[in-house]
């Protein structure tokens, strides 16, 4: 079992940038990729940003692309995302996950998950 806690979520004025933090306990943190995903009232939850456990690699949903940035530092079992130019349409519920198998795009495919924290855009 790997237990998920977000962090740094709040709320911002439009344009400005926030730091969400994602600590791990429980299992060994560095075998997982890590990604964050979103829910905004009304809607499904979906996919914003994976980072695999070596950080070789990541992967962004479009409209976050060039906007936030996640990484990981495996020796604090700790995932972030760097979100820059925030906007109202970002506003929603942030979580974090700790990825099973498969891809690194779909829900299924997280075994663990955090409780969520919120992120509010104002205009």
């Known amino acids: 079992q790997v237990q998920l806690v977000e962090s740094g979520g709040g709320l911002v004025q439009a344009g400005g940038s926030l730091r969400l933090s994602c600590a791990a306990s429980?299992?060994?943190?560095?075998?997982?990729?890590m990604g964050w995903f979103r829910q905004a009232p009304g809607k499904d939850r979906e996919f914003v940003a994976a980072i695999t456990w070596s950080s070789l690699s990541t992967y962004y949903a479009d409209s976050v692309k060039g906007r936030f940035t996640i990484s990981r530092d495996n020796a604090k079992n700790t995932v972030y995302l760097r979100m820059n130019s925030l906007n109202p349409e970002d506003t929603a519920v942030y979580y974090c996950a700790a990825r099973d198998s498969g891809t690194y795009y779909r829900r299924a495919d997280y075994a663990y998950w955090g409780p969520g924290n919120q992120v509010t855009v104002s205009s």
């Open positions: 429980g299992r060994s943190f560095s075998p997982y990729g």
